[in-house]
Nanobody
Framework: VQLQASGGGLVQAGGSLRLSCAAS????????MAWYRQAPGKQRELVAT???????HYADSVKGRFTISRDNAKNAVYLQMNSLKFEDTAVYYC????????????WGRGTLVTVSS
């Protein structure tokens, strides 16, 4: 099982980006999925989560600006980021809990989001 993230890039403050992450491999079902981020010199932090039923949770710093969603048929999770700020600059990682697999916890490689002020 692998997670492949995409959609990062350079954007001006106030702009938008949409991140995508798709799981591939032998997958029966996916539990909760999430996006984390790690800014230079800082620890990785949770950005948003979504469970298999679609219930979401957001970090206070992104509430009202970011939206997490998922497509269970495509084994994918998305992060729509609006009103981006300089402090949103980070490497973004997708996460998935995939039961009935040997590892169960999977991380994508990360995609860089750079917001210019």
């Amino acid at each position: 099982v692998q997670l492949q993230a995409s959609g990062g890039g350079l954007v001006q403050a106030g702009g938008s980006l949409r991140l995508s992450c798709a799981a591939s491999g032998s997958i029966f079902s996916i539990g909760h999925m999430a996006w984390y981020r790690q800014a230079p010199g800082k620890q990785r932090e949770l950005v948003a989560t979504i469970n298999s039923g679609g219930v979401t949770h957001y970090a206070d710093s992104v509430k009202g600006r970011f939206t997490i969603s998922r497509d269970n048929a495509k084994n994918a999770v998305y992060l729509q980021m609006n009103s981006l700020k300089f402090e949103d600059t980070a490497v973004y990682y997708c996460y998935a809990h995939i039961p009935l697999t040997s590892v169960q916890v999977y991380w994508g490689r990360g995609t860089l989001v750079t917001v210019s002020s």
